[in-house]
């Protein structure tokens, strides 16, 4: 069955500390992973999207992995700021198309 | 360019009640999508759109639920009638084939009661 696993499921970390946050899946076959970045209240915003082919990309303090090997993404954020205090899911797509398979998502807080 | 824009953001209903929920994609995107998302199952693909063609349905939960795309501009979903398990945020997403990122609206968050 093609599921996406997102963990932890939630995490506060103080202001300017880095976090990692990790996604598991086992979608076959896979085409692309996308991370998106969604504030309370707002539709998700497209942080990455990585191919098969890709292990890792970055979008400013956003670093995205993936080892297509044993199936594993990961999202690093760097020097957090309370503004990345948002859900962030991981979406994978088997055949490159539109029907998508979503996390449940990773709730982060970060404090001042 | 106002990015994807949804009406209403907030809709409160009776059950039973009819319900449309709309959406204006951004200009010059080719594909739109109605996703839902709840607490329980997160974000789920209901339907999308080609070229104002529904492609793919079968995300739809039921029959009671309907979507159309009368031109480039527009596109309703409609729940009928409504039940208080249909309460969710449902979002439309618009997007380019070349870049196969969707970008969401702002969602409208439904309330059956």
């Known amino acids: 069955k093609n599921q996406v696993e997102q963990s932890p499921q939630s995490l506060i970390i103080l202001e300017g500390k880095n976090c990692t946050l990790q996604?598991?899946?086992?979608?076959?076959?896979?085409?692309?992973l996308r991370w998106y970045k969604q504030d309370t209240g707002r539709g998700p915003v497209s942080l990455t999207i990585m191919t098969f082919s890709e292990n890792t990309k970055s979008n400013g303090r956003y670093t995205a992995t993936l080892d297509a090997d044993t199936k594993q993404s990961s999202l690093h954020i760097t020097a957090s700021q309370l503004s990345d205090s948002a859900s962030y899911i991981c979406?994978?797509?088997?055949?490159?198309?539109?029907?998508?398979?979503f996390g449940a998502g990773t709730r982060l807080f970060v404090k001042a | 360019d106002a990015g994807v824009i949804q009406s209403p953001r907030h809709e409160v209903t009776e059950m039973g009640q009819e319900v449309t929920l709309r959406c204006k994609p951004i200009s010059g995107h080719d594909y739109l999508f109605w996703y839902r998302q709840t607490m329980m199952r997160g974000l789920e693909l209901l339907i999308y759109?080609?070229?104002?063609?529904?492609?793919?349905d079968s995300g739809m939960p039921e029959d009671r639920f309907s979507a159309k795309m009368p031109n480039a501009s527009f596109s309703t979903l409609k729940i009928q009638p409504s039940e208080p398990r249909d309460s969710a945020v449902y979002f439309c997403a618009s997007s380019l084939l070349g870049w196969r990122i969707a970008f969401f609206g702002q969602g409208t968050r439904l309330t059956v009661v």
């Open positions: 979406v994978v797509s088997p055949d490159g198309g539109f029907k998508t398979i």
């Open positions: 759109f080609n070229n104002n063609v529904p492609i793919d």
């Open positions: 996604c598991n899946y086992t979608v076959s076959p896979f085409s692309n």
